[in-house]
């Protein structure tokens, strides 16, 4: 039986569990996120359409916004828009 | 009339049929940004995506001699079935066991697809999303068999922030080291031809793992990959 739990082990430690791509919540929260700026955003999709881990989602006005529990702060969205409406801040 | 195509984000479906409550990949990851735009290209074709084989756990494939692709928890090869025969996707991080070289950088696997059977080849590029789009809608929609080969760039192995995980994409297929082309039946063509080609160099120095490359081996990346690509380009005409 695989768990699906999110660990932190110590380095040069054994890992015992066989590693799966099964869906799971990666659990702790990323330690910078991505936040939208309104003004400068022109609803390109490119955040979007980069974003690999599929936190990025259309909100109901057209602008988007990130599930901060998917997300790993990795910073494409912020490295990617041409119009610098992505900004990386640490998260609460 | 002629008919268009609008690439634009904001008319891709906005349903996430690639895990959507997350997943285990490291962060910027190349093979999940890849494997999510292939869901985001099958998307209503009527492939049984829900079913690929990413959920199998442990799925590890390890091609050493022919260019060394391995992926560590990911799919390196997914299979979908098809009406007539399958649609082979290949995941390509260039992890390797000991030193790169430039064979492992150039090699030309749609060539070998299309020589052995498959409609459908082509090399696509996550940094180029409806370029790839528009490669899987075409592998699945041609008769026979179809190939695909994606680059993903790999922060971990390749050495380089995990922000540049797209950057480092566009660079390998600016400066020629992985040129975006299609096989269809056998007919060559260049999708994304690059007006003006930066230096190897430039791609090589954004990553880590060609740190101890000397000048000699760079130009040496240089002149095959100039090579290649005429060689491409005297196919296409």
Request: aromatic share 16%.
């Given at each position: 039986m695989i768990s699906k739990t999110f660990k932190q082990e110590k380095v040069g430690c054994q890992l015992l569990e066989a590693g799966h791509a099964q869906p799971?919540?990666?659990g702790t929260k990323p330690q910078m996120g991505p936040v939208w700026d309104k003004s400068l955003c022109?609803?390109?999709?490119l955040c979007y359409i980069y974003c690999p881990d599929a936190a990025i989602s259309r909100q109901e006005d057209g602008y988007f916004d990130a599930d901060i529990k998917l997300c790993?702060?990795?910073g494409i969205c912020h490295r990617e828009c041409w119009f610098g409406a992505v900004s990386m801040q640490e998260v609460e | 009339m002629d008919t268009y195509t609008l690439y634009a984000g904001?008319?891709?479906?906005?349903?996430?049929?690639?895990?959507p409550k997350g997943?285990?990949?490291?962060?910027?990851c190349g093979v999940a940004l890849a494997v999510r735009q292939v869901y985001k290209a099958l998307e209503?074709?009527?492939?049984h995506i829900d079913n690929a084989?990413?959920?199998?756990?442990?799925q590890e494939s390890v091609?050493?001699?022919?260019?060394a692709i391995a992926a560590g928890t990911q799919p390196a090869l997914l299979t979908i079935a098809k009406k007539d025969g399958a649609l082979y996707i290949c995941f390509d991080?260039?992890?390797?066991?000991g030193k790169v070289e430039a064979d492992i950088l150039l090699k030309k696997l749609p060539a070998m697809a299309s020589a052995s059977g498959c409609d459908y080849a082509a090399t696509a590029c996550p940094s180029h999303p409806f370029d790839l789009i528009e490669k899987i809608k075409k592998a699945w929609s041609c008769a026979g068999s179809a190939f695909v080969h994606i680059l993903c760039p790999c922060p971990v192995g390749w050495?380089?922030?995990?922000?540049n995980t797209v950057k480092v994409g566009r660079r390998a297929v600016e400066s020629l080291v992985f040129p975006l082309y299609e096989i269809a039946q056998g007919y060559y063509k260049i999708t994304c031809e690059e007006t003006k080609p930066q230096a190897v160099a430039v791609y090589l120095k954004a990553?880590?793992?060609?740190?101890?490359?000397s000048a000699k081996k760079t130009a040496a990346l240089q002149e095959q990959a100039s090579e290649n690509l005429a060689h491409l380009k005297s196919k296409a005409q």
């Open positions: 799971y919540a990666p022109v609803r390109c999709a790993k702060g990795c | 904001q008319f891709l479906p906005f349903k996430e049929h690639f895990n997943h285990n990949a490291c962060k910027g209503g074709s009527g492939a084989h990413w959920q199998i756990p442990w091609i050493v001699k022919s260019g991080n260039e992890s390797t066991e050495g380089f922030e995990a922000e990553q880590n793992r060609f740190a101890g490359w």
